[in-house]
């Protein structure tokens, strides 16, 4: 005769049935059909969040990755290479113009790409899901990531929103981190040989502003203006910031030998690593703002 089960052994019958019951639940959650509204005003419908993914532009892999979804994706853009663990995915071609081919040949569920892609139309047209996504603001990366995190499944409180705050919270303390000497210095930065110039109106601007610094370029100019070379001398920003990852140095446009900020060497040109994460509107943004901060602080007067 077996012998009675203790109060001990009860607890834990009920516990383990309770578990059951969640993982259940929880496998029923994630095969609901997901909703979400790209920056197209589209409403995407998939049957339920995808196992397949292509990222297509270096911020959104980057989203799905620090939400903790690296497992899903299944291609990538050329220029998608963090994590380090992207690496080792297929790459499918540039942003702007992908090999439908390769994109096809992954059977994704889903293709996560930027609003400038020409490729939206043609995959739509092969039957595949897209959903297009393009922050330029900070207001665009928290939202983009809570997009992101609606297509993945991930619960937004646990997901997007705790990113977030860390986000947040980070470039807060990296403003926080300038020493009075850099408080209210004029920045100019280039984010491609052009010039094409970060505004207050961008991103980059933005964390500029949070940092305490003023952006020599308006808001109306609009987010990343091409100006004549003669505009940045004429402004005589205090500290030179440059971030284009594919410039091999600062190579001087006409007149900029006469900046005093060019000539007291208070010029950032940021390495191919660090201009990667400058320029990319994703959940790095505050990796950005301490790369910014530390430039300041080096070069302000």
Request: aromatic share 4%; net charge positive.
């Amino acid at each position: 005769m077996e012998p009675t089960p203790t109060p001990v052994r009860r607890i834990l019958w009920v516990i383990a049935i309770l578990l059951v019951l969640l993982l259940v639940m929880a496998g029923l959650a994630r095969a609901e059909p997901v909703q979400v509204k790209d920056d197209r005003g589209r409403v995407v419908v998939l049957p339920q969040p995808p196992q397949r993914i292509v990222s297509l532009l270096p911020s959104l892999t980057e989203s799905v990755c620090e939400l903790d979804q690296c497992h899903r994706l299944v291609g990538v853009d050329r220029y998608s290479n963090w994590p380090e663990s992207v690496a080792r995915l297929p790459k499918l071609g540039g942003g702007i113009d992908p090999s439908i081919e390769a994109i096809v040949a992954v059977k994704p569920d889903v293709v996560l790409l930027a609003m400038s892609s020409r490729a939206s139309e043609r995959l739509e047209a092969l039957g595949l899901k897209v959903v297009v996504l393009e922050p330029k603001t900070h207001a665009d990366v928290r939202r983009v990531l809570g997009v992101v995190g609606q297509v993945l499944g991930v619960p937004q409180a646990e997901g997007a929103d705790r990113l977030w705050r860390v986000i947040d919270a980070a470039v807060q303390a990296a403003a926080q981190s300038l020493p009075p000497k850099a408080r209210g210095t004029r920045v100019y930065f280039e984010v491609s040989r052009g010039p094409y110039a970060a505004s207050e109106a961008s991103f980059i601007g933005e964390s500029l502003t949070r940092l305490g610094v003023r952006n020599v370029v308006p808001a109306s100019l609009g987010p990343f203006p091409r100006l004549n070379p003669e505009y940045v001398v004429r402004a005589n920003p205090d500290v030179l910031m440059i971030g284009n990852s594919s410039m091999q140095s600062m190579v001087p446009y006409p007149g900029w030998a006469t900046m005093r900020a060019v000539r007291e060497n208070r010029v950032c040109v940021f390495g191919p690593g660090d201009a990667e994460v400058v320029v990319r509107p994703g959940p790095r943004m505050a990796e950005a703002a301490r790369i910014m901060a530390r430039c300041l602080t080096e070069k302000a007067r």
